[in-house]
């Protein structure tokens, strides 16, 4: 069975520290694809990241960054210099790769809160 | 703006009452999905559309929920004779082949 866990159910930090939202995730597959999205009061859910499971190369992009271990079957998100911007709910998820991705297995979510 | 869009964004309904949900993918998509999201907790999958064929149905769809998709194009959600648990935000995506999945901004149902 596939499941993702979000330990964190609610983060609170100031302005301009980090803060790193854990995922962990379980699937018998050894292909699948894992995501993050981050999910503002509006409601719609924004794409930040998709992994193939094949590919264990952190990535960096601007002030996130994601660490990918398959060892421990986690796919952490950090966020450097946080910003009152980041405040929002952030799920991580997770897709068997004969979904093709869209079948997607989603966390419970961290909310995060970013205070100036 | 991903590109998916749902009508309606809010739905107040009494019980018992039925209700639609319109969802318009990314024109190029061949497949479109539907999610439920209560508070508090990750979307969860509801069914999906490769064209117009609806190709698998989770156990959370009961025989109140119908979903169509004429056509290959836009998709609708029905909810019959709603009840109190019924009320989450429901959200459509969509992808092609391979690709990204996006999602739309959600239609929020409340059931008074």
């Known amino acids: 069975a596939q499941k993702v866990t979000q330990a964190q159910t609610e983060i609170s930090v100031v302005e301009k520290e980090d803060v790193t939202l854990d995922c962990v995730y379980e699937?018998?597959?050894?292909?699948?694809?894992l995501f993050w999205y981050k999910q503002p009061p509006s409601g719609e859910l924004v794409f930040l990241i998709r992994?193939?499971?094949?590919?264990?190369q952190n990535e960096i992009s601007g002030r996130y960054s994601w660490n990918f271990q398959k060892s421990t079957s986690s796919f952490n998100f950090t966020i450097t210099a946080s910003q009152v911007v980041d405040s929002a709910v952030y799920f991580c998820?997770?897709?068997?790769?004969?979904?093709?991705?869209?079948?997607?297995?989603f966390g419970q979510g961290t909310e995060l809160s970013v205070k100036p | 703006d991903t590109g998916v869009s749902q009508d309606p964004r809010h739905k107040i309904t009494k019980r018992g009452q039925n209700v639609t949900f319109r969802c318009d993918p990314i024109s190029e998509h061949n497949r479109l999905y539907w999610y439920r999201q209560t508070l508090g907790q990750g979307p969860e999958f509801l069914t999906y559309?490769?064209?117009?064929?609806?190709?698998?149905k989770s156990r959370l769809l009961s025989d109140r929920f119908s979903a169509e998709r004429p056509k290959g194009s836009f998709s609708t959600l029905e909810i019959q004779r709603t009840e109190q648990g019924d009320s989450a935000m429901y959200l459509c995506?969509?992808?092609?082949?391979?690709?990204?999945?996006?999602f739309g901004e959600g239609s929020w149902l409340t059931v008074v």
């Open positions: 998820a997770l897709s068997e790769a004969h979904n093709q991705g869209g079948k997607l297995i």
């Open positions: 992994r193939n499971s094949f590919d264990e």
């Open positions: 995506a969509s992808i092609a082949s391979g690709n990204t999945i996006y």
């Open positions: 699937t018998r597959d050894t292909t699948y694809y």
């Open positions: 559309f490769q064209n117009e064929a609806q190709l698998e």
